[in-house]
């Protein structure tokens, strides 16, 4: 059986909190309540599965005509080095386009040199207001 991407499927709360968990993303796992608010406020959600399996998840929010934020990219550790992450992205890239948006995003340092590989570029004169509350 092959892997089967999805556009805007209902995800559980606890197979997203499990593939955040083997993906080696930081997020509030075990904060059940908040996971759910970022899936319920997320624009688009793009799901990869393995059977019935969720290994493979991107988050993103956008006002689908200047920008969009994509807010995560996660795939479980047993199936990173596949192309998982970049198909995410390009799928996302199809429905949105590329001639008036613009992707956003913040790199853990682990992940630099995925987005590195992909046709993201370095920005400089980014700024952040870290959260008080992880």
Sequence with gaps: MGLEY???EHCDVKEIEEVFNKSGIRRPVGDMDRIQRMIDHADEII???DGERLIGILRAI???SYCCYISDIAVDKDYQGRGIGKALINM???RLGDE???YILTSAPKAVGFYEKTDFKRADHAFVIKRKKN
Excluded: G, H, S
């Design 6 to 8: 999805r556009v805007n």
């Design 92 to 94: 996302l890239r199809d």
């Design 62 to 64: 956008t006002d689908y």
């Design 47 to 49: 799901t990869v599965r």
């Design 100 to 102: 008036e948006i613009q």
